[in-house]
């Protein structure tokens, strides 16, 4: 009995076996037709490890810019043209140096060898001396000199643009006064002197001038084979006016100038005209001497004139 139920155990357990070696037998048969398909190539083998690093990727260009689209285009419209290039203006050379200088802007020199003259009309007010102390008679201007003309040249530096120390020199011409009525005297003035300009404003184009100077005045008069005199300093010669540039080297400018001084110093001796109301027939003071000090007084000097002057040499 129970060797019958053993060999019926060992039957089931032989039937369970061959029914799971059917099934495996089954799937590998299945593998080995899939890895046996034709028209399939077996996979390349992997290349050995190596120690080196890869290669860097080759360059690539990048893609061109895109171009913006115009609001017509694509709609049968031409495409709008692109804009020209700008431009570039590129000064020629000069020729020569003339050329070149009608070329440049108008400027004002910022260091010049400064040269000029200046024209006016000329005045005198005040008196050159008293003929009595006494009474306090002053010997008027007038006696001597009419109001006429000046003539002054200037020579100077310009600096930094605005500054112009410069010698000045003076003439003035005018028809002989009372005193000489009935001759042939002739008289003049000079004055020679120091002076400093100051330019304000846009000197590149209208400015505003003013002047200080100082020197020496004198009164001449000439006659009959003799010549008279009279000398002073000038302590202050104020000038007002403007300076117009019209080209980088050339100015004009419209100026006033006033003067004040008084004369000290004498040379020679000079007739007066006959019939003089007072008696005199000839200037108190004469020779090579000096006015004493209760007979000095003030005379004043005006000009009204205009200037033209050129910066020269200088940058």
Avoid: K
Avoid at 26 to 37: E, I, L, N, S, Y
Avoid at 75 to 95: F, L, M, N, S, T
Avoid at 182 to 189: E, I, L, M, N, P
């Amino acid at each position: 009995m129970r060797a019958s139920q053993a060999a019926a155990r060992v039957a089931r357990l032989v039937a369970r076996l061959a029914i799971a070696v059917a099934l495996v037998g089954g799937a590998v048969g299945t593998v080995g037709d899939a890895r046996a398909q034709p028209g399939q190539a077996p996979l390349p083998a992997l290349p050995p490890p190596t120690d080196e690093p890869p290669p860097p990727p080759a360059p690539t260009s990048a893609p061109p810019p895109a171009v913006p689209l115009g609001p017509s285009e694509g709609a049968g419209v031409p495409p709008v043209p692109p804009a020209p290039p700008p431009v570039v203006y590129i000064e020629p050379p000069h020729g020569s140096d003339s050329l070149a200088f009608e070329h440049e802007p108008t400027h004002a020199p910022r260091n010049a060898l400064w040269l000029g003259a200046r024209l006016g009309v000329l005045a005198y007010g005040g008196g050159l001396y008293i003929d009595d102390p006494n009474a306090g008679t002053a010997e008027t201007t007038g006696n001597f000199i009419r109001p006429g003309g000046a003539l002054e040249l200037n020579v100077g530096a310009r600096l930094a643009h605005r500054y112009v120390p410069y010698l000045t020199f003076e003439l003035g011409l005018g028809a002989a006064g009372r005193r000489f009525d009935g001759t042939d005297t002739r008289v003049s003035t000079t004055f020679a002197g120091i002076a400093f300009r100051y330019v304000a404003g846009d000197v590149n184009s209208v400015a505003f001038v003013s002047e200080l100077a100082f020197g020496f005045r004198s009164f001449h008069a000439r006659g009959d084979g003799e010549s008279w005199s009279l000398t002073g300093f000038e302590p202050f010669r104020i000038g007002l006016g403007a300076e117009i540039r019209l080209t980088t080297r050339f100015t004009i400018s419209p100026l006033v100038t006033i003067s004040d001084g008084i004369l000290t110093d004498t040379s020679g001796n000079v007739a007066f005209g006959p019939h003089q109301g007072d008696g005199l027939t000839g200037p108190p003071f004469v020779g090579n001497g000096s006015v004493p000090a209760v007979a000095q007084t003030n005379y004043y000097a005006i000009v009204f004139g205009c200037g033209a002057h050129f910066d020269l040499i200088g940058d």
